[in-house]
């Protein structure tokens, strides 16, 4: 019934940019938070960023001044905006969904991106 949805991940040079979008659909009764975790090769899962419905943002240090997460609540949308790549950014980007009502959070089923020249 509940269906989150990413899109934007592909292949970008060191120092490039890149923009990730994440949908969600369905029977979802309150979101509170929407975000990002990413998994790279060979590492465990870590989050990336996050945004709260009262427009509260969390960044892991490894992104912050580099990585921009925003919503459009009306739409159950969440982006990143990544500037400045770096090959460790490579992963695999996983959007979540928080509905605090029902106390459950939902996974997207990833996209690719790989900084590399």
């Known amino acids: 019934q509940v269906q989150v949805v990413e899109s934007g991940g592909g292949l970008v040079q060191p120092g490039g940019s890149l923009r990730l979008s994440c949908v969600a659909s369905?029977?979802?009764?309150?979101?509170?938070?929407m975000g990002w975790y990413r998994r790279a090769p060979g590492k465990e899962r870590e989050m990336v960023a996050d945004?709260?419905?009262?427009?509260?943002?969390n960044y892991a240090n490894s992104v912050k001044g580099r990585f921009t997460v925003s919503r459009d609540n009306a739409a159950n949308t969440v982006y990143l905006q990544m500037s400045s790549l770096k090959p460790e950014d490579t992963a695999v980007y996983y959007c979540?969904?928080?509905?605090?009502?029902?106390?459950?959070?939902?996974w997207g089923k990833g996209t690719l991106v790989t900084v590399s020249s």
């Open positions: 979540h969904v928080d509905d605090w009502f029902a106390g459950k959070t939902y």
């Open positions: 369905g029977s979802i009764v309150s979101i509170w938070a």
């Open positions: 945004a709260s419905s009262d427009g509260t943002t």
